[in-house]
């Protein structure tokens, strides 16, 4: 039986998993340390935003790195479908509630351009920030060159649910030890929600797993019907 050598991920947790409690022993502020790592990056606040065309621009990702953070571009939004993305937000923020809907998908409906991709990233990069940009599984062979050629530092690669092991007869699925191999940088892969597959994802390479479908009422009916996957669930 094959022996897989894989290295062992650090927990982390999602806003509502946390709860502040006094505890027992109070320890001192430089003793602790709440760093997160991926690969040879440090973010001193243990903060990724998603990414979400609502939640992370070219500034965002800029500033959130000043701050210690990090910030996730997404490559198949607005901010790569359009020369002006700050101006199709705004109009998608004006839009009555009766006529968001039609809005999206026409916004959305527009091609994604190659150049923009090293567009945005080389801003990012040219504002001395670490840049991190998201792709999902079905674009990964075509926009991670693309990224690492325009300087992204790291690579995720996301879906609402994503597998290692894909099965078709009509194409080759992404095998994420092949991408390893043709880019070098960091790879975040998710989301998952089983042991298993959240296995099956570390004994790749990559280097974080994403565990959890949605972060909360922005993608899921949690706040309405109490129906959410919790991160836990693949860790157990």
């Known amino acids: 039986m094959a022996k897989y050598k894989f290295r062992e991920l650090r927990r982390s947790y999602g806003f509502d998993e946390v709860a502040i409690v006094p505890g027992d022993i109070t320890v001192n502020p430089d003793q602790t340390n709440i760093e997160l790592k991926i690969e040879n ?3 001193a606040i243990p903060i990724l935003a998603s990414a979400m065309d609502a939640v992370t621009d070219v500034n965002t990702a800029v500033t959130l790195s000043k701050l210690g953070g990090l910030g996730v571009l997404h490559l198949e939004g607005v901010q790569t479908r359009y020369d002006n993305p ?3 937000l705004a109009e998608i ?3 009555p509630a009766a006529e968001v ?3 999206l998908q026409q916004v959305y409906s527009a091609p994604i351009k190659e150049n923009l991709i090293g567009e945005r990233i080389q801003a990012i990069k040219k504002a001395g920030a670490i840049c991190a940009a998201s792709v999902t599984p079905a674009n990964t062979k075509r926009f991670a060159p693309l990224t ?3 300087g992204a530092d790291i690579l995720a690669v996301q879906s609402t649910v994503t597998t290692a092991k894909h099965i078709s007869k009509s194409y080759r699925g992404l095998i994420f030890t092949d991408l390893l191999k043709s880019i070098t940088m960091p790879i975040i892969v998710g989301n998952c929600v089983s042991y298993s597959a959240c296995l099956d994802l570390m004994k790749t390479g990559v280097s974080a ?8 009422a922005a993608c899921t009916t949690r706040q309405v019907l109490g129906v959410g996957v919790p991160q836990i669930t693949a860790t157990r």
């Not at 797993?209 to 909360?216: E, I, Q, R, Y």
């Open 41 to 43: 990056f440090k973010f």
């Open 86 to 88: 700050d101006d199709v």
């Open 93 to 95: 923020a004006r839009a």
């Open 101 to 103: 809907t039609p809005l």
């Open 148 to 150: 690492a050629e325009a």
């Open 209 to 216: 797993v994403l565990v959890g479908v949605g972060p909360g």
